[in-house]
């Protein structure tokens, strides 16, 4: 059973490009949410994805977008990037109905803008 | 709006000693998830222990347990036994039955662990 595996690790971006971040899901999870987290805070909920649709989102602007693929795999995409989105980005897969179980994270991307 | 709230930045602990880490929260629903969450240098987030709020009984796992209290809205973690892997920063985290899957998590406890 494989986890969850994000790329890249680190990334380095301009203030203004785009950049976009992967998740693998773990095997037999068909849901992938992504957090944001800055540096000494807890992770804050970007949006969510099920059966590629996003059915839940945080109080993040629409530059923050996603897409999910048939194999449950995930991007999340950042457009005109801004220095306070230099973070850890996570990806987290779960099993929809799983209720108590099944939230499996990622190692993270870390992605700092300059 | 859930929040969640870890009021200790930081708790040293010796080697083989027991630490509490606290967790408060602020909900008006009557069913949820609360969790507990340790991030090591490695980033990835590792479920330490859940509690499901509709049971009375806290949970256990090995040296891990909870100190659940529902009318007081705390979900404290205690550590036994620490050990040196131990070491890291430990979140607690609510999820809503009602809003979602989201996870909605603290600002985190730094452990240290003394040898």
């Known amino acids: 059973e494989t986890g969850v595996t994000q790329s890249p690790t680190h990334l380095i971006k301009t203030r203004g490009q785009q950049v976009t971040l992967r998740c693998s899901s773990q095997s037999g999870h068909n849901t992938v949410s992504w957090y944001q987290q800055a540096l000494g805070q807890g992770p804050q909920f970007i949006f969510q994805y099920y059966r590629e649709e996003e059915n839940g989102r945080g109080n993040f602007p629409p530059r923050f977008s996603g897409l999910q693929f048939p194999n449950y795999s995930s991007e999340l995409n950042v457009n005109a990037l801004e220095l306070d989105d230099s973070a850890l980005y996570l990806c987290?897969?779960?099993?929809?109905?799983?209720?108590?179980?099944?939230?499996?994270f990622g190692s993270g991307t870390r992605l700092t803008v300059v | 709006a859930q929040t969640v709230t870890q009021s200790q930045p930081e708790m040293s602990v010796q080697e083989a000693e027991t630490v509490t880490l606290s967790c408060t929260y602020d909900?008006?629903?009557?069913?949820?998830?609360l969790f507990w969450y340790k991030q090591p240098p490695s980033r990835q987030m590792i479920l330490v222990i859940r509690?499901?709020?509709?049971?009375?009984q806290n949970a256990t796992e090995n040296r891990f347990s909870v100190n659940f209290q529902k009318a007081a809205k705390s979900f404290s973690l205690k550590i036994s036994d620490s050990q040196l892997g131990d070491a890291a920063m430990y979140f607690c985290?609510?999820?809503?039955?009602?809003?979602?899957?989201?996870?909605?998590f603290g600002a985190g406890t730094i452990l240290r662990v003394k040898s």
């Open positions: 985290a609510y999820r809503s039955l009602e809003y979602g899957n989201k996870l909605v």
């Open positions: 509690q499901e709020a509709y049971k009375q």
């Open positions: 987290a897969s779960s099993l929809s109905g799983a209720g108590l179980y099944g939230y499996t």
């Open positions: 909900t008006s629903e009557s069913d949820y998830y």
